[in-house]
Each structure stands twice: as structure tokens, then as C-alpha cells.
T-cell receptor, first 113, second 114 residues
Framework: DAGVIQSPRHEVTEMGQEVTLRCKPI?????LFWYRQTMMRGLELLIY????????DSGMPEDRFSAKMPNASFSTLKIQPSEPRDSAVYFC???????????FGPGTRLLVL | KQEVTQIPAALSVPEGENLVLNCSFT??????LQWFRQDPGKGLTSLLL?????REQTSGRLNASLDKSSGRSTLYIAASQPGDSATYLC?????????????FGKGTLLTVNP
């Protein structure tokens, strides 16, 4: 298996632009997680899905962030409009079940100017 | 609210030394505890998962222990090698309810010098 796939790997955009991050989980995994990592705050869970249903979105910073999982093999995290404070590395992870080992993708490095 | 703390924040050791990384958590009602490794510019790689009913798990030169009642876990690395240099993070899943999200510590940056 190719592991968790994220795209793009790097994104540089200007403040106010829409940003869409994409994730393909490992085939057969039922849970998908979106994290954000910064030096100041460490690794934070933004939202996670189980069987394509959002379970916990309490980590989503504000209404500018939204996430979807239209099917078991694809998820998006959208930021609209983006702000400089959104600059971070965004990771997607998946697991067979919610409580089992999570497998992380390589991350998307986002820089908002 | 669960809080996970890792001490020390950074550690530098000579090659061949045995070392211990510490993790503590404030709410002992956990489902499991996981240790991860993160190399610079990369994603996280799972090292060990300890269920709440277990006391320890071993994988090669790594041994992780769990004392749930005191809210502590340690990761023991034997005969450290330069390739072990990375950031090590621990994370816990709380039990109860239907929300099984991981809460992470901020990690320990390990440098093993040749």
C-alpha cells in the first residue's frame, strides 16, 4: 500500500485566498484525522471522521475551516479565506479503527503571505 | 481536559547510551497510549501502542511502559544510534463516550551524537 497520500506537499498563497488540502487514506481504513502542527502549539487535532461521518470537529479554529469526506477514499480540508496565522504543516492520518494505530501522511506545508 | 507533558523537551546523548524519555498525562482514564517518532520535515511514524490494560510493549531496542494510575509512561531506547535522532511524541486516547481522539504531547527532540 502507498500509505496515506496528501496533496499538495507545499502551498504558498496570499492572504484571502482559498486553500484546499487533499487526503487519500489507506485503503480499508475507517477513520481519518486532520491535524495541524506549529512550533508554538505542537500537534493539534482539527477534525476526525469515522466511516465518513465527522465525529469531533471541536479543534476546527473557526468558520473559515471546513472539512469533508465524500467517500471512504478521499477527504478535503478547506480554508476560506486564508490568513497568515494559518501557516503550519497540516497532516492527514488514517486508522483501521478509531482506537488503533494511526498512520500519518507526509503533510502539507502551508505558507500564507 | 486531557493534557500530555513530555520531559525533557530536548536530549543529547553519545552513541551507545541507553536513555529514557518521559510522558505524563493528567487524566488516567485512557484507552491506550501511543509513542510516535517524527523525523525533520516528515510525518509521524508509530512506534508502539500500549493498551490501558498492559504494562509494557517492546519492539527491538524500544521498550515502552505504562503506569496508568500515576499517569506516566516511559520510552526506553537501548544502545542508542545516530539514526535514532528524531522527535519522539507520546499521545493518549481517553476512554468513555464515543470520541476517541488522540491528545499529543509536544515531544522530546533526541540527538544521538556519533
Amino acid at each position: 500500500d502507498a500509505g496515506v497520500i496528501q496533496s499538495p506537499r507545499h502551498e504558498v498563497t496570499e492572504m484571502g485566498q482559498e486553500v484546499t488540502l487533499r487526503c487519500k487514506p489507506i485503503s480499508g481504513h475507517n477513520s481519518l484525522f486532520w491535524y495541524r502542527q506549529t512550533m508554538m502549539r505542537g500537534l493539534e487535532l482539527l477534525i476526525y471522521f469515522n466511516n465518513n461521518v465527522p465525529i469531533d470537529d471541536s479543534g476546527m479554529p473557526e468558520d473559515r475551516f471546513s472539512a469533508k469526506m465524500p467517500n471512504a477514499s478521499f477527504s478535503t480540508l478547506k480554508i476560506q479565506p486564508s490568513e497568515p496565522r494559518d501557516s503550519a504543516v497540516y497532516f492527514c492520518a488514517s486508522s483501521f479503527r478509531q482506537v488503533e494505530t494511526q498512520y500519518f501522511g507526509p503533510g502539507t506545508r502551508l505558507l500564507v503571505l | 481536559k486531557q493534557e500530555v507533558t513530555q520531559i525533557p523537551a530536548a536530549l543529547s546523548v553519545p552513541e551507545g547510551e541507553n536513555l529514557v524519555l518521559n510522558c505524563s498525562f493528567t487524566d488516567s482514564a485512557i484507552y491506550n497510549l501511543q509513542w510516535f517518532r517524527q523525523d525533520p520535515g516528515k510525518g509521524l511514524t508509530s512506534l508502539l501502542l500500549i493498551q490501558s490494560s498492559q504494562r509494557e510493549q517492546t519492539s527491538g531496542r524500544l521498550n515502552a511502559s505504562l503506569d496508568k494510575s500515576s499517569g506516566r509512561s516511559t520510552l526506553y531506547i537501548a544502545a542508542s544510534q545516530p539514526g535514532d535522532s528524531a522527535t519522539y511524541l507520546c499521545a493518549v486516547i481517553n476512554s468513555g463516550g464515543s470520541n476517541y481522539k488522540l491528545t499529543f504531547g509536544k515531544g522530546t527532540l533526541l540527538t544521538v551524537n556519533p
